[in-house]
């Protein structure tokens, strides 16, 4: 099964329909939704990024090396990105390629700052020298910013900062992506370098297909299929939580906007859930028991554990305002469709369980 005319999706104005759009991280579960997004939306998409984690990714069960232009690379090669860029010269940009793991930071703090900082700059360096790319939305996090931990939301005018190495290298990442945007691509200057540029932060993202490791959802799931007790490491955590196809709205609708007036929306920008959706770590596996219908909770929590924000939420104003979107789904709905697809997926195609959800969250309009 594919796309054809009777299928295509039609939202964000068609402007992703024949285009070339490039992903970086297209093998990681946000890039492999995002890359099956573009391609229901018309989009010629290119992949780039390095092997998924598992078998049963999302990208793997998408079948999506058969269905778009997917290239095995790192980001912190240069050189093989740039080649990428010549060969097939991206309209857009979608970065996403990370190493995504707070934990993992601690292990590996350098390797975390050349693929989170450095890679980020060869990104936007090969759009500096790609004439035909002209839209780059770069992905960064929630955590980009000084957690204070605040029980406001934090604006995309806070302060950048970060406590452990993860979430240190994507303010750094924010820094750079605003250098270069005033360096090199300043909105002021849109007619000598034909560029917009913007960074995206989202907040902690759930949906199917994800298998990374210290990350509730795939901890949740691996323990209810071996109908083991689901262990809580950090219970009283509270985070701002969404369904993956909430900020991919988001960067969906900035793309469009972008090319539609690409001087106006070249800027950081937040897109985050509802204050009902932000709730603590055992809520959430409280609510996945729930829609399972099965399995119980056990709190891990240690003194001397590794240094985790215990309260972080993103503002989301100024995308309500200056771009028109909104959260669709709450907590809930978010959990209750995470859990539909690990029920489903060894019994559906993948590929077209996500498209299915993807219609799902747009059943009754459409975005423009």
Same mark, same amino acid.
């Given at each position: 099964?594919?796309?054809?005319?009777?299928?295509?999706?039609?939202?964000?104005?068609?402007?992703?329909?024949?285009?070339?759009?490039?992903?970086?991280?297209?093998?990681?579960?946000?890039?492999?939704?995002?890359?099956?997004?573009?391609?229901?939306?018309?989009?010629?998409?290119?992949?780039?990024?390095?092997?998924?984690?598992?078998?049963?990714?999302?990208?793997?069960?998408?079948?999506?090396?058969?269905?778009?232009?997917?290239?095995?690379?790192?980001?912190?090669?240069?050189?093989?990105?740039?080649?990428?860029?010549?060969?097939?010269?991206?309209?857009?940009?979608?970065?996403?390629?990370?190493?995504?793991?707070?934990?993992?930071?601690?292990?590996?703090?350098?390797?975390?700052?050349?693929?989170?900082?450095?890679?980020?700059?060869?990104?936007?360096?090969?759009?500096?020298?790609?004439?035909?790319?002209?839209?780059?939305?770069?992905?960064?996090?929630?955590?980009?910013?000084?957690?204070?931990?605040?029980?406001?939301?934090?604006?995309?005018?806070?302060?950048?900062?970060?406590?452990?190495?993860?979430?240190?290298?994507?303010?750094?990442?924010?820094?750079?992506?605003?250098?270069?945007?005033?360096?090199?691509?300043?909105?002021?200057?849109?007619?000598?370098?034909?560029?917009?540029?913007?960074?995206?932060?989202?907040?902690?993202?759930?949906?199917?297909?994800?298998?990374?490791?210290?990350?509730?959802?795939?901890?949740?799931?691996?323990?209810?299929?071996?109908?083991?007790?689901?262990?809580?490491?950090?219970?009283?955590?509270?985070?701002? @939580?969404?369904?993956?196809?909430?900020?991919?709205? !988001? %960067?969906? &609708?900035?793309?469009?906007?972008?090319? *539609?007036?690409? $001087? #106006?929306?070249?800027?950081?920008?937040?897109?985050?859930?509802?204050?009902?959706?932000?709730?603590?770590?055992?809520?959430?596996?409280?609510?996945?028991?729930?829609?399972?219908?099965?399995?119980?909770?056990?709190?891990?929590?240690?003194?001397?554990?590794?240094?985790?924000?215990?309260?972080?939420?993103?503002?989301?104003?100024?995308?309500?305002?200056?771009?028109?979107?909104?959260?669709?789904?709450?907590?809930?709905?978010?959990?209750?469709?995470?859990?539909? @697809?690990?029920?489903?997926?060894?019994?559906?195609? !993948? %590929?077209? &369980?996500?498209?299915?959800?993807?219609? *799902?969250?747009? $059943? #009754?309009?459409?975005?423009?």
């Amino acid at each position: 099964m594919g796309i054809g005319k009777e299928t295509r999706m039609e939202y964000f104005n068609n402007i992703y329909k024949d285009k070339t759009v490039l992903v970086t991280g297209h093998t990681g579960f946000k890039g492999s939704w995002l890359s099956i997004w573009l391609r229901e939306l018309g989009a010629n998409v290119i992949g780039y990024a390095l092997d998924p984690y598992t078998e049963k990714d999302n990208f793997v069960l998408a079948k999506l090396e058969d269905k778009i232009t997917d290239i095995r690379g790192d980001i912190r090669d240069k050189k093989n990105l740039k080649e990428v860029f010549d060969k097939y010269k991206p309209e857009f940009v979608f970065h996403l390629a990370a190493q995504p793991l707070v934990r993992l930071s601690y292990e590996n703090p350098i390797e975390t700052y050349e693929i989170n900082v450095m890679g980020t700059i060869n990104v936007l360096e090969c759009i500096r020298e790609t004439p035909e790319t002209k839209i780059g939305i770069m992905i960064t996090t929630d955590k980009c910013y000084e957690n204070k931990e605040q029980i406001w939301g934090y604006r995309e005018t806070d302060p950048l900062g970060g406590y452990d190495p993860y979430s240190s290298s994507k303010g750094a990442a924010e820094i750079a992506i605003s250098s270069w945007r005033n360096s090199f691509f300043n909105p002021k200057d849109y007619e000598k370098h034909k560029k917009s540029i913007a960074s995206v932060r989202a907040g902690n993202v759930i949906g199917g297909g994800d298998w990374s490791l210290d990350r509730i959802i795939p901890d949740c799931i691996r323990a209810l299929e071996k109908d083991e007790a689901i262990s809580i490491r950090n219970p009283k955590a509270i985070r701002p @939580w969404e369904h993956v196809l909430e900020p991919l709205s !988001g %960067y969906l &609708l900035l793309g469009q906007k972008m090319y *539609e007036e690409p $001087s #106006k929306y070249c800027e950081g920008w937040n897109f985050g859930p509802n204050l009902d959706s932000i709730v603590s770590v055992w809520k959430i596996g409280e609510k996945i028991i729930k829609y399972y219908g099965s399995g119980k909770l056990e709190d891990k929590s240690k003194k001397g554990e590794l240094h985790e924000a215990k309260l972080l939420s993103l503002d989301i104003t100024k995308a309500r305002f200056n771009l028109g979107w909104k959260p669709r789904w709450d907590i809930d709905k978010a959990i209750e469709k995470t859990v539909e @697809w690990y029920k489903e997926y060894s019994n559906e195609d !993948g %590929y077209e &369980l996500c498209v299915k959800q993807i219609k *799902e969250f747009f $059943s #009754k309009e459409k975005i423009k």
